[in-house]
């Protein structure tokens, strides 16, 4: 598929704010935005399982377009409703989502490596996502862009060993410092995976893409750049030739390697990518000067101020615009929370987190 397939966009705020430029305000979209906070996705899911959605174009269509109808001129962007735990369902694993995610068979020893899906046909195994995204992005109908999205490398290991979310991932972090180079090889297989996957879902019609570490933060920094780091490093760069070689847009690239903050410097500067997702633990100015210029950064409210009141939220709000300026002005950054939204957020709570960006990102009108 190619731009012209598509109706045209009306809103490319958010596209121009990840190549860097000003914006006349912050686009905003947060992470999770179709997601159990909104009654009209629980009313789906009472009717179909997790990853039935994810795997029915038509109905993860739907649950994408929710936020965009729900929030319309207030929100600007769209991401594909999925899960990154497609890319292990992909790779042979079996996950449940029940409600947490849970794997029956997870890699327990480097002799669990043979278990996995040699020459994993994307197409084939995750078609359902790619025919998603060109269903959502005609309905969206030029509205808002559309982002895809994959796990990275080092957070989806992290799933395949522990078999589901763990607080010290003795197991994951057993197999890295035990097997180094066995844990690398399972890394570079989930690597040329999501690379394949990225191009396709570009294939179809993303307008950006996501890649989601959300474990970056676990990691000592040296065994960052040890496990995670060149993996990340590897999409960007591969999936950069491939689109060329293809004749397919070069979209912009967000990186949000949560808790990362220790690497924002050499990432902004090597790793490939047009934006950082940045989370709460770090202050916007700091993390601006750490990027200086090289990329726009994408964040950073604290999910939690969601439920402390209109007063918090506005002031929160306030101060994050404040500190994300450059020289006065709002310029390559994207205003987002710095994790996803959680179930408990009252819609209209998150509506006037919405209007508050709006209100506050604003850069005065040019005069010619
Ligand atoms: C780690 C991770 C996962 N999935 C994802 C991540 C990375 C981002 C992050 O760190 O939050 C990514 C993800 N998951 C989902 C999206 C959809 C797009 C979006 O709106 O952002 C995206 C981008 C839907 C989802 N993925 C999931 C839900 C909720 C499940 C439900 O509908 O019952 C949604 C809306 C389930 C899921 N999937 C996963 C977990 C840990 C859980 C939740 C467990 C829980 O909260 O009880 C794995």
Same mark, same amino acid.
């Given at each position: 598929?190619?731009?012209?397939?598509?109706?045209?966009?009306?809103?490319?705020?958010?596209?121009?704010?990840?190549? #860097?430029?000003?914006?006349?305000?912050?686009?905003?979209?947060?992470?999770?935005?179709? &997601?159990?906070?909104?009654?009209?996705?629980?009313?789906?899911?009472?009717?179909?399982?997790?990853? $039935?959605?994810?795997?029915?174009?038509?109905?993860?269509?739907? =649950?994408? /377009?929710?936020?965009?109808?729900?929030?319309? &001129?207030?929100?600007?962007?769209?991401?594909?409703?999925?899960?990154?735990?497609?890319?292990?369902?992909?790779?042979?694993?079996?996950?449940?989502?029940?409600?947490?995610?849970?794997?029956?068979?997870?890699?327990?020893?480097?002799?669990?490596? $043979?278990?996995?899906?040699?020459?994993?046909?994307?197409?084939? +195994?995750?078609?359902?996502?790619?025919?998603?995204?060109?269903?959502?992005?005609?309905?969206?109908? #030029? +509205?808002?862009?559309?982002?895809?999205?994959?796990?990275?490398?080092?957070?989806?290991?992290?799933?395949?060993?522990?078999? %589901?979310?763990?607080? !010290?991932?003795?197991?994951?972090?057993?197999?890295?410092?035990?097997?180094?180079?066995?844990? $690398? +090889?399972?890394?570079?297989?989930?690597?040329?995976?999501?690379?394949?996957?990225? =191009?396709?879902?570009?294939?179809? %019609?993303?307008?950006?893409?996501?890649?989601?570490?959300? *474990?970056?933060?676990?990691?000592?920094?040296?065994?960052?750049?040890?496990?995670?780091?060149?993996?990340?490093?590897?999409?960007?760069?591969?999936?950069?030739?491939?689109?060329?070689?293809?004749?397919?847009?070069?979209?912009?690239?967000?990186?949000?390697?949560? &808790?990362?903050?220790?690497?924002?410097?050499?990432?902004?500067?090597?790793?490939?990518?047009?934006?950082?997702?940045?989370?709460?633990?770090?202050?916007?100015?700091?993390?601006?000067?750490?990027?200086? #210029?090289?990329?726009?950064?994408?964040?950073?409210?604290?999910?939690?101020?969601?439920?402390?009141?209109?007063?918090?939220?506005?002031?929160?709000?306030?101060?994050?615009?404040?500190?994300?300026? =450059?020289?006065?002005?709002?310029?390559?950054?994207?205003? *987002?929370? #710095?994790?996803?939204? !959680?179930?408990?957020?009252?819609?209209?709570? /998150?509506?006037?987190?919405?209007?508050?960006?709006? $209100?506050?990102?604003?850069?005065?009108?040019?005069?010619?």
């Amino acid at each position: 598929m190619a731009d012209h397939d598509f109706p045209p966009l009306k809103n490319d705020l958010f596209l121009r704010a990840a190549r #860097g430029e000003e914006t006349e305000r912050a686009p905003v979209w947060v992470m999770r935005q179709a &997601g159990r906070y909104l009654p009209e996705f629980r009313k789906v899911r009472e009717q179909h399982e997790f990853f $039935k959605v994810c795997q029915t174009p038509e109905l993860a269509k739907e =649950v994408t /377009l929710q936020p965009i109808r729900r929030y319309s &001129g207030l929100v600007d962007a769209a991401i594909i409703f999925s899960d990154i735990l497609v890319v292990p369902q992909a790779l042979g694993m079996e996950v449940l989502m029940n409600p947490a995610p849970a794997f029956p068979d997870p890699l327990t020893t480097p002799d669990d490596i $043979k278990k996995l899906k040699a020459n994993v046909d994307v197409k084939k +195994e995750l078609g359902y996502v790619f025919d998603a995204i060109t269903l959502t992005r005609k309905a969206l109908n #030029g +509205e808002v862009p559309l982002i895809g999205f994959t796990g990275a490398p080092w957070t989806l290991f992290m799933y395949m060993v522990e078999g %589901g979310g763990s607080k !010290t991932m003795q197991k994951s972090k057993g197999w890295l410092f035990k097997w180094p180079k066995e844990s $690398k +090889e399972v890394l570079d297989r989930i690597t040329d995976v999501c690379i394949d996957y990225l =191009v396709e879902q570009v294939r179809a %019609g993303a307008q950006a893409l996501q890649i989601f570490d959300s *474990n970056a933060g676990d990691l000592a920094p040296h065994h960052f750049h040890e496990f995670s780091y060149p993996y990340l490093a590897r999409i960007a760069t591969t999936l950069r030739t491939r689109l060329t070689s293809l004749s397919l847009p070069q979209v912009p690239l967000i990186l949000f390697a949560k &808790g990362a903050n220790h690497a924002l410097a050499h990432l902004a500067i090597t790793a490939g990518y047009d934006v950082l997702g940045i989370d709460w633990l770090v202050e916007p100015s700091l993390a601006r000067s750490l990027v200086n #210029g090289k990329v726009a950064l994408q964040g950073n409210l604290e999910p939690n101020v969601l439920y402390g009141g209109r007063e918090a939220i506005e002031r929160e709000v306030k101060r994050m615009c404040d500190e994300f300026r =450059v020289d006065g002005k709002t310029k390559g950054w994207i205003a *987002n929370l #710095g994790h996803g939204i !959680t179930p408990g957020v009252d819609p209209e709570d /998150l509506r006037f987190f919405f209007e508050c960006v709006q $209100k506050y990102s604003a850069n005065p009108t040019k005069t010619a």
